[in-house]
């Protein structure tokens, strides 16, 4: 082999190298990417699952204020010597219980975000899936 031969072959194993440091480094960048991606979507779940909950909750306190109150107007009745005739004057009897101020608002406005969360958890999912094609097309 003369000199020009390896310096050729010497060249090629250079560029090969250069190469494969190029590619593992774009592969990091693409796994740190699908990471973040992880965290964040991770993240988006947990807010929705923590509405979700804190709308249980404002509905079961609304429940327990009604059921107490209708226990109240029971015992009430019971005591002044009435009688109970109809399940609408029983324990549940309370018309807090169905009925709070601006809690149909507040169903509605919360049921709307709610599904603007889903909307946007699938955009974002959706956009990352395409970020990736893209990025991964690129090279």
């Known amino acids: 082999m003369n000199n020009k031969e390896r310096l050729f072959w010497l060249?090629?194993?250079?560029?090969?190298?250069f190469f494969g440091v190029y590619k593992m480094e774009h592969i990091d960048r693409l796994e740190s990417?699908?990471?973040n991606n992880?965290?964040?979507?991770?993240?988006?779940?947990?807010?929705?699952?923590?509405?979700?909950?804190?709308l249980q909750e404002v509905d079961s306190k609304e429940y327990h204020r009604g059921f107490k109150a209708g226990e109240s107007h029971a015992l009430i009745a019971s005591l002044?010597?009435?009688?109970?005739y109809d399940y609408a004057d029983g324990y549940h009897a309370a018309l807090t219980q169905f009925t709070l101020d601006n809690k149909e608002n507040m169903t509605n406005e919360t049921y709307t975000l709610f599904l603007e969360l889903?909307?946007?958890l699938e955009?974002?999912?959706?956009?990352?899936q395409e970020?990736?094609?893209t990025i991964g097309d690129e090279k």
């Open 123 to 128: 955009t974002s999912e959706g956009n990352y």
């Open 38 to 54: 992880a965290l964040v979507h991770r993240i988006q779940v947990d807010q929705i699952n923590d509405l979700i909950r804190k």
């Open 11 to 17: 060249s090629g194993i250079i560029l090969l190298a």
């Open 33 to 35: 990417l699908d990471k």
């Open 118 to 120: 889903l909307q946007m």
């Open 80 to 84: 002044s010597g009435k009688n109970l």
């Open 131 to 133: 970020l990736i094609n």
